[in-house]
């Protein structure tokens, strides 16, 4: 179980040490933060729990790109999924984190079942011209619906978890608890699906898909099966985030918001199913601190940083694990 | 009847807006191949430059007829200065990379410039009305319009020929189809292509602060309005077919009159109207409207 001794390691052999590692390294944080939860700050427990809920999202977003496709629509099933949550609460009064979730899940994974026949056959430019014109329909749809508040949107709560009763004091863990344990499953399930047979692929298509076309696999099939994969997982986020805010609006699907992901992803890099909850934490860090002292630089901020990495760390912030050690 | 003239009226305003901003847009990616998603903040500094120089024009007390000079000043300048720097500082290491990363890059400064125009600017909400009503308006039957807006639609005509006579005309328009149709063919043949970018990026820049200027007088200028824009931009440019001159005139025509239609018949569906037209057409004609055909490579 101890590494490897640092100096003997080759660049390939630590991405793999860290690979094989992977599950552990999750259950350690799974517990930890579980344990560590009830003693968090508040603001240190807010911020780990969107922290979670967007690298939930960005997930979803890796699996896209290491199929060589980058989604500028993403916001579509993240709002998709906060409404669906929302909409559960405000209409019908349900109240539980569980059924909310898995409404968000439910909900976003058909919209992109359907769309994902269309968008299976796009690429490059194509694919993010599409997506973003389908999230920024909803978004003009959401802005002019009256029942659901317009372009303010509308709040929610919880108050309870899979049938458990939550009391007021507890209701803050509890949505906490289950971010991480949404993001600690989608993690672990991602993993495991890159390494089987489908998930393989996406590589495969992204460095040639003619080729994998040749093999006798269906390129189509599988971009169709890794987009309903991550669109269920942006739904999942967006619906823990929506619950977490305790509000919901339409800007949620407008384009920017999806930048974001993208600016995430691209920060964090596709080299683990670690790196975009990473990735996560570190921008809505960076965010949070940001926009309390220096309000109007902070996406200055985020742009030199994306140009920087894009330039000279093109894996992310992740490769920074994964290289082979300088001589320094 | 009268109603739909109104449609047909302001749908065409609309579109020459539109068309102004999209045909800068449209023009980089065609030569340059880069869907440039910072084209809004350009239009939005634009937009702050005129604000600028024609508060600055009317604030001395010159003849206020003079407050449009400034505005084609305004995007001169922004062009003259935003354009090389961008092209020359940035751009010119990323040649070559794949279009999505292409993408990427530019919103990068996309981001960048949100933040540089309002530590520039200010955050708070800045106008310059007066070159909006000095024109009058003019009537047709009961329906009155500021001459202003008709102006728009002039400079967007004038725009538009002008830009498909030097394409086709000239021996600088022939150059750049050269580059167009094959980069490196053209690189060989002797055209410096490092300058053809460099002209192409200036003049779309251009192009963008030229329809923020325009649209200054007629809004209030504040953070916000590059991102609304671009959006709009790529309706337009992927309708009509990326890199299309004609289908940027096309896609703004189909955008404006939608747009219009919405407005006067179905407030409700405005927004959604454009996207869902953007959608359609991109499901049906992947590539856009007047698109080429490409080869598959493997």
């Not at chain 1, 001794?5 to 259950?27: D, M, Y």
């Not at chain 2, 024609?54 to 000079?69: D, E, T």
């Not at chain 2, 955008?255 to 959608?279: C, D, N, Q, T």
Request: charged residues 10%.
């Amino acid at each position: 179980m101890t590494p490897p001794h640092r100096g003997a390691l080759r660049q390939g052999a630590r991405a793999h040490w860290l690979r094989e590692r992977t599950p552990q390294i999750l259950i350690a944080t799974l517990v930890v933060l579980l344990v560590a939860g009830p003693f968090l700050p508040k603001w240190a427990m807010f911020m780990l729990n969107v922290s979670l809920s967007w690298g939930t999202v960005v997930l979803g977003m890796m699996l896209l790109m290491r199929t060589g496709l980058v989604s500028f629509g993403q916001g579509l099933y993240y709002c998709l999924g906060a409404y669906a949550a929302g909409v559960l609460y405000a209409k019908l009064g349900v109240a539980d984190i569980a059924v909310m979730l898995l409404a968000s899940v439910a909900v976003s994974g058909a919209v992109a079942g359907v769309l994902g026949l269309l968008l299976a056959k796009y690429r490059d430019i194509f694919f993010a011209m599409l997506s973003l014109a389908f999230s920024m329909i909803l978004f003009g749809l959401l802005v002019k619906t009256s029942e659901l508040g317009s372009t303010d949107g509308f709040g929610l709560s919880v108050a309870s978890l899979a049938g458990i009763p939550l009391t007021a004091g507890w209701a803050r863990y509890a949505v906490f608890a289950t971010a991480v344990c949404v993001a600690f499953c989608s993690a672990l399930g991602m993993q495991r699906y890159l390494s089987s047979h489908t998930g393989r692929l996406a590589g495969a298509i992204r460095d040639n898909e003619l080729r994998v076309e040749y093999m006798g696999a269906s390129v189509r099939r599988v971009i169709h099966v890794n987009y309903v994969i991550s669109a269920s997982l942006a739904g999942l986020g967006g619906g823990l985030v929506g619950i977490t805010i305790g509000h919901v609006d339409p800007e949620m699907a407008f384009w920017t918001t999806s930048g974001e992901f993208v600016f995430i992803a691209i920060l964090s890099g596709t080299g683990s199913v670690l790196a975009p909850f990473l990735g996560a934490i570190v921008f809505e860090t960076v965010r949070s601190f940001a926009y309390e002292y220096s309000p109007n630089t902070w996406q200055l901020v985020l742009g030199i940083t994306m140009l920087l990495v894009i330039l000279f760390l093109p894996g992310g912030l992740w490769s920074v694990f994964t290289r082979w050690r300088k001589a320094a | 009847m009268n109603q739909v003239l109104a449609i047909l009226i302001d749908g065409i305003i609309y579109a020459s807006w539109l068309f102004i901003i999209a045909v800068g847009l449209t023009l980089i990616y065609g030569v340059m191949k880069i869907l440039n998603v910072a084209h809004g903040s350009l239009y939005a500094l634009g937009a702050y430059a005129a604000t600028a120089f024609g508060g600055w024009w009317l604030v001395h007390g010159y003849p206020p007829l003079g407050s449009y000079g400034m505005l084609l000043l305004a995007a001169i300048v922004v062009g003259l200065v935003a354009g090389p720097l961008i092209e020359r500082g940035l751009l010119r290491l990323v040649y070559g990379k794949e279009e999505v990363v292409l993408v990427l890059v530019t919103y990068a400064v996309f981001l960048i410039l949100e933040d540089l125009t309002k530590l520039a600017f200010g955050v708070d909400p800045l106008s310059i009305p007066e070159p909006y009503g000095l024109l009058g308006s003019i009537e047709f039957g009961d329906l009155i319009y500021p001459t202003y807006s008709l102006m728009v639609v002039l400079v967007s005509i004038v725009a538009g020929v002008g830009l498909a006579l030097a394409l086709n005309r000239t021996r600088q328009g022939k150059i750049l189809q050269a580059v167009i149709h094959d980069r490196e063919m053209a690189a060989a043949a002797g055209i410096n292509v490092s300058r053809v970018y460099l002209v192409t990026f200036t003049i779309g820049t251009a192009f963008a602060a030229l329809g923020g200027a325009l649209t200054a007088p007629t809004i209030s200028v504040q953070p916000g309005i590059a991102a609304e824009v671009i959006v709009l931009a790529f309706a337009v440019v992927v309708i009509g077919g990326l890199g299309s001159l004609g289908g940027a005139a096309l896609g703004a025509a189909i955008v404006g009159i939608v747009r219009a239609w919405a407005v006067h018949k179905w407030p409700e569906v405005e927004l959604f109207s454009v996207y869902a037209v953007m959608a359609a057409v991109l499901i049906m004609r992947p590539k856009g409207l007047f698109a080429v055909p490409e080869a598959r490579k493997i």
